[in-house]
């Protein structure tokens, strides 16, 4: 769910309807110094977390998806999970080799970066927050992505993230990453087929250690895959708006096995009892998933200490992703001088 996976269908999701809505959002960031392009004072951003947490409860904010009818209900258990994604790729970009990428300039908001592959469907998470950054014009888009991602763990029965505003907005789309840093190429994003050793390839560039990346794997402990978007399908666990260690518990006990066949029709199952989507693993009859960078932090020993620690131990695990989803969400950006809000 919060993974970049790979999307096996053309690259064709507009962000925004166009460059009409594009264009909104280059002239809502225009001014160029960055004390003008945060605009964060005077945003109350208590009452900008109680309308995200509504948000989060409204069953007709929905979550489009082609997968089934389940795919386009509204709610925490559709809405929330997917500003967790929408704010773990706005930050996954990030490279500590250089500063670049990250949550600054919340460039995810502008094409082509919104049009990369991980990305496809964010457009309808950035659609529904609009309303909430119309309501609170001070607070930069950078900012509302974060806090948006932060209030919707904590709306799932996840711990607290902090949160400290003070990001600016990069002013306009298209931008190449040797002109601004905060944009980036495509491909930094875990893909979720691949294995332990891209797993830390793209982790260690972000400066996470083994611990903190399987920390922050249990963010799939909410939301589902759909086929529209990466390719695969379906749920980790029970309950996809319930944030738990289940994740972790479920990896270790139940048994997974490669899916060869699905039982309702999909955009890579025309026809039901086939499966011709992307290498997964089900449990479950079919009814639990898990993608291949999931099984390898079972199979991979360094990893495999961290999962077995966080199944047992929930409060651990909760301590543990509080620090490295925060450490996530602010890497590359100047807040030492912000105040948790």
Partial sequence: MVFARRRLLPR???????????????????LASRTAECKTEGTPWSKVKEDL???????????????AADGAKGGGGYVAPMMVRLAWHSAGSFSAKDGSGGTEGGTIRFEPEINHGGNAGLCHALKLLEPIKSKYPAASWADLIVCAGAVAI????????????????????????ASDKRFTPDDRLPDGALGAAH????????????REIVALSGAHAVGRCHTDRSGFWGPWKYGENAFSNEYYTFLLEKTWTPKTTHGAPSAHCPVAGSWKGPMQYEADGGALMMLPTDVALIKDAAF?????????DEELFFRDFAAAFLKLLENGCDLSKEAFV
């Fill in 12 to 30: 064709a999701v507009a962000a925004f309807g166009g460059g009409a809505a594009l264009a909104s959002f280059a002239a809502s960031g225009a």
């Fill in 53 to 67: 947490a509504a948000l989060y409860e409204d069953e007709d904010a929905l979550n489009p998806s082609v997968d």
């Fill in 154 to 177: 904590e709306s799932m029965g996840g711990p607290v993230i902090g949160f400290r505003p003070g990001r600016s907005d990069a002013p306009k789309p298209n931008v190449a990453p």
């Fill in 199 to 210: 797993l830390r390839d793209v982790f260690y560039r972000m400066g996470f250690d083994d």
């Fill in 304 to 312: 495999k200490k961290h999962v077995e620690a966080y199944a047992a």
